[in-house]
């Protein structure tokens, strides 16, 4: 790591803005994802978050703003040799085996470790048929072992997870975490199972609109929300509903129960509630579902209006 870029962010984005073709698809994205944390790139299908992406891999250039890698200028050498991309589609050649195509890995990058591509792989994927041949989740594997072969110091990966079968996501999370352990590589993820980033991730930026929704460590969100179990309150004129909660995020009623998402400690009116603190899927599918809701970040520095422990009035959704 060179002193200029030493205690650099693995990516920070400065009124980022991203167009793909007349379409303003980011819009002053200001953000910051600490170096050697495992981010979760969350938000619904059209967020932005392939542009996000694209655009810290140097593939996409600003609109407007600026995006550092490590502090480099992601489209520039220094930028690319410090980072591996695999892209939604996993581009690959179809008519290389595995193991050329993993010859190709070591003769284009002069760092190359074919052990840590090796962990990427095992023996359900034979090295000598072509890649072309392969299932969708196994191309993943052969595209992850190049990224991760590179021995990057920043990983992007777009949607790595999407269309592995079940004990193959395990594996795949696995090796990543232990890379981002043993080598302390960043790595910024996309992905829409929620249920899998939970001790996977610790940090999260939620993406909507072109828009950073929630972004900062795991462990800030889920101490600055409480999810409230409860009866629901009878609506009465002048009285108190659970739409008046402070720093309400949703609610939701099934009969006469009804669940709270709310900010801080969050007292709600009537109750007994039961206050407990929510799984990190809790909270991303009420904000998802809640796009009233104020963006949350625990950096005063990030793009979104409020920061952790603000809680204040947020809307409700029935
Ligand atoms: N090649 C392209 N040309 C023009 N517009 C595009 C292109 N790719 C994406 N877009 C538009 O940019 C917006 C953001 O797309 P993007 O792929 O970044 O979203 P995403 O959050 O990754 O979505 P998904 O979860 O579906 O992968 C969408 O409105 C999409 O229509």
Redesign the pocket.
């Known amino acids: 790591m060179t002193d200029r870029t030493e205690g650099a962010a693995a990516v920070r984005a400065d009124g980022l803005s991203v167009r793909?073709?007349a379409?303003a698809?980011l819009q002053g994205v200001r953000v910051e994802v600490p170096a050697g944390r495992v981010c979760a790139l969350i938000?619904?299908?059209?967020?932005?978050?392939?542009?996000?992406l694209e655009a810290a891999a140097g593939l996409l250039r600003p609109h407007r703003g600026t995006i550092r890698l490590l502090g480099e200028d992601p489209g520039s050498h220094a930028g690319r040799a410090r980072m591996a991309f695999v892209a939604?589609d996993k581009p690959l050649y179809g008519r290389l085996t595995v193991a050329e195509t993993l010859a190709m890995g070591r003769d284009l990058n002069p760092g190359w470790r074919p052990e840590l591509a090796e962990r990427m792989l095992d023996e359900r994927i034979p090295r000598n048929v072509r890649v072309g041949s392969l299932s969708g989740g196994q191309r993943t594997r052969v595209a992850l072992a190049l990224a991760l072969g590179k021995a990057a110091d920043v990983l992007l990966l777009?949607?790595p997870l999407a269309d592995l079968d079940p004990l193959s996501r395990h594996h795949v999370t696995a090796v990543l975490m232990a890379d981002a352990a043993e080598r302390g590589t960043s790595i910024l993820m996309?992905s829409?199972v929620l249920a899998e980033l939970e001790g996977v991730a610790d940090e999260v930026l939620v993406?909507d609109g072109?828009l950073v929704r929630m972004s900062g460590p795991v462990d800030d969100v889920l101490a600055d929300h409480r999810l409230l179990t409860g009866p629901a309150p009878e609506p009465a004129p002048g009285k108190r509903g659970v739409a008046d909660v402070p720093g309400l995020v949703e609610a939701r009623t099934r009969g006469r129960q009804a669940t709270l998402l709310v900010r801080g400690d969050g007292t709600a009116p009537g109750g007994p509630w039961q206050s407990e603190e929510p799984s990190l899927e809790n909270v991303l599918m009420s904000y998802l579902r809640s796009p009233q809701a104020p963006p949350w970040s625990s950096r005063p520095a990030d793009g979104t209006a409020s920061t952790a422990g603000t809680a204040g009035r947020t809307g409700a959704a029935a």
């Open positions: 793909r073709g379409k698809v938000g619904p299908n059209g967020a932005g978050k392939s542009t996000f939604q777009d949607e996309s829409h993406l072109g």
